[in-house]
């Protein structure tokens, strides 16, 4: 995505200037300086509001809302149910799984295509091709994987031809397993695109230094390689976590009714057509906005951290 | 190291084939819609189709508003808070990561609720309104990758300085932001737009509640009764994002790499 | 609500609810939706429950249940949604859903694959689609207008060139008005003969019983 190499020309705009020139004229005060920036703002500020802010207090309200409209904390303690308290977990589950794995491989790929001395095209294919992946996601995802490693896809049928039947050795499609993978698809393209940035900022001439120091490559990387990618490791990971933990278009599509996630449950009672509990609904949601707030929060403070060595 | 330039091409090779592999197999589902061999008429059926063409264009048309719309807001703000403002970037890059918080699924049921027949901004009554909401709605998901495009633009290059000269010579801060800035950053803008275009043509939970035939809506309808022409869509819609982000990967290439000094 | 065989890859059809519990069919049956959520699932687990329990209403959704639970067991049940696609592809060559989907889906596969649709002959049940016309709306009598359209000879007939039994079907029948073309392309009107149109209340019961029960009692749990 965007090249992130940590340029040393000036970056955030030195305020000491700022206050200084004015492209106003000489009447200006101070005073009317900060009501110009804040003005070019104010649109920016105003869609949030409008938009972004008014809407999730709205569901935050209705989180603790009866059907009649009354102040109430029961649509919380039904959070209590065991249907949902398992659902959360399953969700956390799938999420997590797949955030770790996705990681895993996508860090494997991303190494490979920039350290690993390929063709130069292949980086730029394999970046382009994340970007795109990395938005495959829903019912063509579940039926590409399904007419893959379903019953009757083509991989199954490939694997039949020399021999091994997965199916008899236990795999499905329809599984968590099957289901991890499939996020998997677009789970490690976005670990790719994301840490290409920070695998780039692992200079050459750290390589270099360590080697006349008598470094071996393993050494290397455990001193100085994985500390360094080590706070971008984790943060991307809380991405990646959050990023699963709202994605329900696919495990519908895939396992459909033998699982119960909480994207599902919440798309149930706000949208279904048999149940309607909007309060219900809106507590879900705010569970999960809790939940991916807290990964993105995480992801943040560490992208914040790590970013200081980019410098 | 030898090895090591083996295990890439392992690695390569491996994730080659788990991310080919179910493309193969769709494009295979799709291309076998005739019993007696591969064609192309699952691909026809859907072109020919006056609902393809008119979803497809439709989006495309939102998908541009929602660009425009977009650009209009974040470069002036991600201008004025890296130039003026910059105590209000915790609050921008706050607002810019709710989008990836809040499911669309709340975000478009808080607007029905908020923007329909009784409220002060009555957008659900009318068609037009309806679309402009759903415009809104386009912008709110991609706010944060159009943010991050034109924040990474504004970096690479000098803002202070070229304001100063724009402004030494007599320019207003209309004519800064069009004429000297927005130029500079266009290639990371068209970097923001073309992954805005992506989210666009995909969506579906936003537009098929707000009850507007998009792209994703009309797929979804295929997706549910016919049998061959949703593998050939998914093919299409695949092919389609590889063309904007091999855009967007092409453009970069004429990307400002460095902040211009002008010492 | 029928069946909606591929006959590529079924090679028995079944005609009866009690026939898809056999072993030819296992990894085969799917439902069309998610019975936690639509209502076409859960019709289907009523109709089962109505063919397993001898016609009785009013236990049907919990006798449904036990069927699928079943049915999971001896690993006949695909949990994937079962549309078009995945019968065409394989991986739920067999989906019970509305009689006008399954008509429809056939029609569109043109022969490949080879499909067949099966009114199970144990248990018929019929869903009923209703509107409404909200008392808030801003051209009340264009909505009321539309009404009459929908329920007009010609807007009947409309419902059944998409497959769909209108209302007044006995009705326009009766009066000759249905064209024999059309007449022609629906499932004979005997299979309808003992159509069981459940009641709000116990549609409500079997909903409730349904929904809150799918994932203990049949859950396809994650492992």
């Known amino acids: 995505m965007s090249n992130n190499t940590g340029t040393l020309a000036t970056n955030d705009a030195t305020p000491a200037l700022a206050g200084v020139a004015s492209p106003k004229g000489p009447l200006s005060g101070i005073a009317s300086i900060r009501w110009g920036d804040y003005l070019g703002v104010a649109p920016f500020l105003i869609f949030a509001i409008l938009f972004l802010i008014v809407p999730t207090l709205f569901l935050i309200i209705g989180a603790f809302q009866a059907p009649d409209g009354s102040f109430t904390l029961q649509n919380i303690y039904d959070l209590g149910t065991p249907q949902i308290l398992s659902s959360f977990w399953i969700s956390i589950r799938v999420s997590a799984a797949s955030a770790f794995l996705g990681s895993l491989l996508g860090l494997a790929i991303a190494l490979a295509i920039i350290r690993g001395r390929l063709p130069q095209t292949i980086r730029s294919t394999v970046l382009t091709f994340s970007g795109v992946a990395s938005n495959f996601a829903g019912i063509p995802l579940a039926f590409a994987f399904i007419a893959t490693l379903g019953r009757l896809g083509i991989m199954t049928a490939l694997f039949k031809f020399v021999g091994i039947d997965i199916y008899r050795a236990g795999f499905n499609i329809l599984s968590f397993w099957g289901l991890t993978l499939t996020y998997c698809y677009f789970q490690i393209p976005l670990m790719i695109l994301i840490i290409a940035p920070a695998i780039d900022g692992l200079k050459k001439e750290w390589n270099e230094a360590a080697a006349t120091l008598g470094a071996t490559n393993t050494q290397f990387w455990r001193y100085i390689g994985l500390p360094v990618l080590w706070p971008n490791l984790l943060g991307t990971l809380s991405l990646l976590f959050a990023n699963a933990f709202g994605a329900i278009a696919t495990a519908y599509a895939l396992t459909g009714s033998s699982l119960n996630i909480v994207p599902i449950l919440l798309y149930a009672q706000i949208r279904g057509d048999v149940l309607n509990n909007p309060g219900l609904g809106a507590a879900l949601a705010l569970g999960m906005i809790v939940i991916t707030a807290l990964a993105n929060v995480l992801y943040l403070v560490i992208r914040t951290r790590a970013e200081r060595w980019l410098k | ?263 | 609500m029928a069946f909606l065989v591929n006959d590529d890859i079924v090679k028995t059809v079944p005609k009866t609810w009690a026939d898809l519990q056999k072993s030819d069919y296992a990894n085969a049956v799917a439902l069309s939706g998610d019975p936690r959520v639509a209502n076409q699932a859960i019709q289907s687990v009523f109709a089962a429950g109505l063919a397993t329990n001898g016609g009785d209403t009013k236990t049907a959704g919990d006798a449904g249940l036990k069927y699928f639970a079943a049915l999971n067991k001896a690993g006949n049940f695909v949990p994937v949604i079962g549309k078009a696609a995945p019968l065409a592809q394989g991986t739920t060559p067999i989906v019970t859903t509305w009689d006008y989907n399954a008509l429809a889906w056939k029609d569109g596969f043109n022969g490949n694959p080879k499909a067949e649709v099966v009114v199970p002959s144990d248990a018929v049940v019929a869903g009923v689609y209703i509107q409404a016309i909200s008392a808030y709306a801003p051209h009340l009598n264009a909505a009321k207008l539309w009404e009459e359209y929908l329920y007009s000879d010609e807007g009947q007939n409309l419902w059944l060139a998409g497959y769909c039994h209108p209302i007044r079907f006995n009705d326009l029948a009766k009066a000759g008005k249905i064209p024999a073309d059309l007449l022609a392309k629906l499932p004979s009107a005997d299979l309808y003969a003992k159509a069981v149109f459940p009641t709000l209340d116990e549609q409500a019961a079997a909903k409730a019983a349904v929904t809150k029960n799918w994932d203990s009692l049949v859950g396809a749990n994650v492992k």
């Not at chain 2, 439709?58 to 130039?83: E, K, N």
């Not at chain 2, 989008?99 to 068609?127: E, W």
């Open chain 2, 1 to 263: 190291m030898k090895s090591g330039k083996f295990w890439s091409w392992v690695i390569f090779a491996l994730g080659v084939i788990y991310f080919i592999g179910p493309l193969i197999a769709t494009i295979q589902f799709s291309l076998s819609i005739r019993r007696d061999g591969y064609s192309l008429d699952a691909y026809r059926n859907v072109f020919v189709t006056p609902a393809f063409q008119q979803s497809f264009s439709f989006s495309l048309l939102i998908g541009v508003a929602a660009i425009v719309v977009g650009l209009l807001i974040v470069v002036p703000a991600a201008y004025f808070v890296r130039l003026r403002a910059p105590q209000l970037r915790p609050i921008i890059e706050f607002i810019t990561l709710l989008p990836l918080i809040i499911p669309p699924i709340i975000l478009v049921f808080g607007y029905i609720r908020l923007y329909s027949s009784t409220s002060f901004l009555p957008l659900t009554t009318t068609s037009f309104g309806t679309d402009v909401l759903l415009i809104l709605a386009y912008v709110a998901l991609a706010l944060p990758y159009m943010y991050r495009a034109v924040d990474t633009g504004l970096r690479t290059i000098d803002v202070q300085t070229l304001t100063e000269a724009a402004s030494i010579m007599g320019a207003n801060t209309l004519t800064i932001l069009m004429q000297v800035i927005f130029p500079n950053i266009l290639v990371a803008v068209l970097s923001g737009a073309f992954l805005t275009l992506a989210i666009v043509i995909g969506e579906f939970t936003i537009a098929s509640l707000l009850n507007v035939q998009v792209f994703g809506v009309y797929m979804q309808n295929v997706g549910a009764n016919r049998a061959f022409e949703p593998a050939a869509l998914a093919v299409i819609s695949f092919i389609i994002t590889w063309a904007a982000m091999g855009m967007i990967q092409l453009l970069a290439r004429f990307a400002p790499r460095n902040a211009v000094r002008t010492d």
